[in-house]
């Protein structure tokens, strides 16, 4: 199964799902703002995308420099905001045969499929 987080008001997302279906794929789409992700679904997605909790998060967001200013985060802190606000989650990302990437570059996302 190809599932893939989707924003469908992020350019690199409706991209990325475009790309995915010109090369003959019907992901599952997952509309991670409208459904978010548990604490389980984000440490599982850490481990297939082989990230620290930070490497997923968007750190240019107004959102993340609000929440982050002045604290010292631990891991488990990061995925709790990560789980709290599904905005601060990194986008497009693929996730196919218990692995994932992040599309940014989209090639990620291809290479992930070959």
Do not use: F
């Not at 959102?63 to 905001?81: F, H, M, N, P, V």
Request: charged letters at 25%.
């Amino acid at each position: 199964m190809v599932i893939l987080l989707h924003n469908p008001r992020c350019s690199k997302s409706r991209e990325a799902l475009a790309a995915l279906e010109e090369r003959g794929h019907t992901p599952t789409i997952r509309r991670y703002l409208d459904e978010p992700l548990s604490e389980a679904e984000v440490i599982e997605l850490l481990k297939q995308l082989n990230l620290s909790p930070l490497g997923l998060v968007r750190q240019k967001e107004d959102l993340w420099r609000e929440l982050s200013a002045g604290k010292i985060l631990t891991d488990a802190d990061i995925i709790d905001l990560l789980v709290q606000h599904p905005k601060l989650i990194e986008r497009p990302i693929l996730i196919y045969q218990n692995q994932a990437a992040i599309g940014r570059p989209l090639e990620n996302l291809l290479e992930l499929l070959n």
